[in-house]
């Protein structure tokens, strides 16, 4: 029995990197018995078969994602952009508030910074403390301070179509040669480049998952978020939280709201509270008894 790494899924195949070799396992049929689907990061022990092998066990995940499939993420890092496409910060907000539910890390990284500077989506983020990033994978602006920020961590990306997330990995590594697509003038985003989830290594320790795009970042793999679970996700309202003039404050219309009051005085920015009610629209539609 041996232990590795889940370094890509294809076709029923799970390659495996161990000892500095890469395996060709199947899973063992109980996986499927069981509902347990094996994952691109996932730590798991498996007997060799000739060429081959098969996956015996999964050791404990740190954490999980349905889609993109990956387990054991240190850091989701999303590329974004102020170019063509510009990137909405709903997006970057749905996705930061599912990594508080799961207990992973995010930050930001806003690419193409040679045709605008990304200095609006920056400072919004680094003001709530994501680690922020401008870069541009064209020129290779600010890419090796990238790299240094996700030294020794195991990191997923992922980002809109037409972001140049691909690009930024290509940069960041050229030994990736991850297929790129222009970016359509017409519709504003990229074509759909990335098909599967991988673990690349980029050296001195450092692990990057690539994945598909914001539309496969799904919250219907995910364990769902209540109403009254976002305003604990969304870290710039802790502060706040316990001096409103309601104890049941939902942080929308009450009066003497201090949540409200620190969005207004700008200490909670404005497009971060926007999302915040959005989501609250959306996660009040969730009925508990429906889902047990």
């Not at 992973?104 to 919004?124: E, M, T, Y």
């Not at 109403?227 to 502060?239: A, D």
């Not at 309601?246 to 999302?275: K, L, M, W």
Request: net charge neutral; charged share 25%; proline share 5%.
């Amino acid at each position: 029995m041996e232990e590795g790494t889940i370094v890509r899924a294809l076709s029923g195949f799970y390659y495996v990197r161990s000892g500095g070799r890469e395996i060709a396992c199947r899973a063992r049929g109980r996986f499927r018995r069981e509902g347990v689907t094996p994952l691109v990061g996932d730590h798991v022990r498996f007997e060799k078969d000739g060429t081959g092998g098969t996956v015996t066990e999964i050791l404990p995940r740190r954490n999980a994602f349905g889609r993109p499939a990956a387990a054991n993420v240190d850091l989701l890092v999303m590329v974004v952009s102020e170019a063509i496409p510009v990137t909405d910060p709903y997006l970057i907000d749905r996705v930061t508030v599912r990594c508080e539910k799961n207990g992973v890390g995010s930050a930001l990284v806003v690419n193409k910074c040679d045709l605008a500077d990304g200095r609006r989506l920056a400072s919004i983020y680094e003001s709530v403390g994501l680690p922020v990033w401008r870069v541009s994978a064209r020129t290779g602006e600010g890419i090796n301070a990238l790299r240094r920020g996700l030294r020794g961590k195991i990191c997923c990306f992922t980002g809109n179509s037409g972001v140049g997330k691909s690009s930024v990995l290509n940069a960041l590594h050229p030994a990736f040669s991850i297929p790129t697509a222009e970016v359509s003038q017409k519709l504003g985003r990229g074509k759909h480049t990335t098909r599967h989830v991988e673990l690349f290594d980029l050296g001195e320790d450092t692990f990057i998952f690539d994945t598909p795009g914001f539309s496969s970042f799904g919250d219907e793999t995910e364990e769902p978020i209540f109403p009254e679970e976002l305003p604990g996700l969304f870290p710039e309202f802790s502060p706040e939280l316990g001096a409103c003039r309601f104890d049941d404050c939902t942080h929308r219309r009450e009066p003497g709201c201090a949540v409200r009051g620190a969005v207004e005085n700008g200490a909670i920015p404005q497009s971060r509270y926007n999302s915040y009610l959005r989501l609250y629209d959306e996660a009040s539609q969730l009925k508990k008894w429906e889902l047990r």
